[in-house]
């Protein structure tokens, strides 16, 4: 019990950072699923808190997604989770964190010169970005961090971008867990722990709401450059523990 009240309050505070950049939530509590539940047990775990915390961010700022955003994402990233999923047993998993890591930290630099000459993508560079995250979704623990360069380079921010993110996360987390369920990598026991994980997570998100309404854009994109250096730095303890 004392482990799961701890493992509660972390994924309170996870959903609320998830809620405030969009993303993080992993980076807080996979490290204590891990070390409450197993490796093993841990990442099935996790995909299932991440559908609570995508459904709670979702309801949270439902009138803001942006749907041409969101669908020509998760359209193609949908059947490209589903077989990075399916991959995932053959590939080594040290080298994807790897690279994540490095690009998580390298996009801060990057952002910044994209902002500084207003470079934007449109809808046929996004789709394209959504097919190679959802094939990494299905591998990594998350790639969370990953979307957010690519939607704030849309050029969405605070409400807009947090909703569109989560809702195109959402429908690529389902064909990832179901993908985990058709393996038999979900029994009913890691199913309950991530509800009741997930619910704990969810709850934080509407919390996170109440920061970003008082959030600056500014400000919210300092916050973003913080979430993806601890990710990135998360990634590269990862691989090297490996």
């Known amino acids: 019990m004392a482990d799961y009240a701890f493992v509660l309050v972390v994924g309170l505070a996870a959903g ?29 775990i996790m995909a299932i808190s991440a ?29 490209a989770a589903a077989l990075g999923a ?42 394209v970005i959504g097919a190679i995250i959802g094939f990494l979704t299905g591998i990594v623990m998350s790639t969370g961090p990953l979307n957010a360069p690519a939607f704030a380079a849309y050029g ?9 993110e989560a809702m195109s996360s959402l429908l690529v987390y389902i064909a990832k867990v179901t993908t985990f369920r058709s393996m038999g990598a979900l ?24 920061v970003v309404q008082r959030m600056s854009v500014e400000m919210f994109q300092h916050v973003l450059d913080g979430m993806l250096l601890i990710s990135g730095t998360s990634m590269l303890w990862a691989a090297a523990a490996r």
């Open 51 to 79: 559908l609570f915390s995508n459904v709670g961010k979702v309801a949270a700022w439902w009138r803001e997604i942006d749907w041409r955003a969101c669908l020509t994402f998760a359209l193609p990233g949908i059947p």
């Open 86 to 127: 399916r991959t995932l047993l053959a590939l080594p998993p040290h080298l994807v964190e790897l690279f994540l890591g490095i690009f998580f930290i390298l996009m801060i630099p990057a952002r910044r010169w994209l902002r500084r000459r207003d470079l934007k993508i449109g809808l046929p560079v996004l789709a």
């Open 16 to 44: 609320c950072l998830s809620g405030i950049v969009g993303a993080g939530a992993s980076v807080l509590l996979l490290p204590v699923l891990v070390l409450t539940f197993g490796p093993q047990q841990a990442v099935p």
């Open 156 to 164: 969405l921010a605070k409400g807009p971008f947090i909703s569109t």
């Open 187 to 210: 029994p009913d026991e890691v199913i309950v722990s991530g509800l009741i994980v997930g619910v704990t997570v969810m709850a934080g998100t509407f919390l996170g709401k109440q």
